[in-house]
């Protein structure tokens, strides 16, 4: 099977459908799937809930979804400098799961382990802890998160640079995943520009509906 594909669009074809929970790579605007959130944009596809670390700025990186209209639902630690977001939030028009960081990492963590949920104190005391359980355990209070499972993960791999390193923001964003995913994606010494050119390494995994993208 051919897994390398010479376009975000090709490699999307046939597995970004409406209401998919889609989890999305990079921290603030570093690391993040420029092309493949370009391809589901041109896809159309709709109702998505998309989890990630930020929602992008106007007219860049999840900020195009928002501005099309394309993302229903956003759960994510940061959403700032990003004035459709707050438009479409203050409207009623969009839903936001604000989710603390560490939080937001072991809740893919334990779903990609198969654990359904958990229990934390990060954000007992806190409009995050209102609605949900609440259990003391050593004396101390927690909160019980459930963990989440995306239908498609879309992490980015960084450029590899002089010394043998490696673009630390997007590696220990992307590392915000599901642990069962164990794809590693290929690596590219290229340019801005090229890197957008790129072929897209697409890794199934167990489920059919899942997939791993990098470029």
């Known amino acids: 099977m051919n897994k390398v594909y010479p376009s975000a669009e090709a490699a999307l074809a046939g597995l970004v459908r409406d209401g998919q929970l889609i989890a999305v790579g990079g921290f603030g605007l570093c690391g993040i799937p420029e092309a493949l959130i ?6 159309g596809a709709r109702d998505l809930t998309a989890i990630s670390n930020n929602a992008g700025v106007d ?3 999840l900020g195009k979804l928002l501005r099309s209209r394309q993302i229903r639902k956003m759960i994510a630690s940061y959403v700032g400098e990003n004035k459709e977001f707050e438009r479409q939030y203050l409207a009623g028009e969009l839903e936001l799961e604000f ?4 939080t937001l990492a072991e809740k ?4 990609g382990a198969g654990i359904p949920t958990f229990f934390t104190r990060t954000g007992v005391g806190t409009v995050v802890a209102d609605g949900k359980e609440l259990r003391e355990f050593a004396g101390k209070t927690y909160v019980l998160e459930e963990s989440l ?25 992307t590392s915000i995943r599901p642990s069962r995913w164990r794809a590693r994606p290929r690596w590219w010494k290229s340019s801005r520009s090229s ?5 897209i390494r697409m890794r199934s995994t167990c489920r059919a509906s899942t997939c791993t993208a990098s470029f």
Not at 195 to 199: I, L, M, N, V
């Open 38 to 43: 370009d391809a589901v944009l041109a896809s």
């Open 59 to 61: 007219n860049f990186g």
């Open 99 to 102: 989710t603390p960081q560490g």
């Open 108 to 111: 893919l963590r334990a779903g």
């Open 149 to 173: 499972l995306p239908d498609c993960l879309w992490p980015r791999p960084g450029r590899r640079i002089a010394r043998g390193t490696w673009c630390s923001g997007a590696r220990r964003a």
């Open 195 to 199: 890197r957008q050119e790129a072929s």
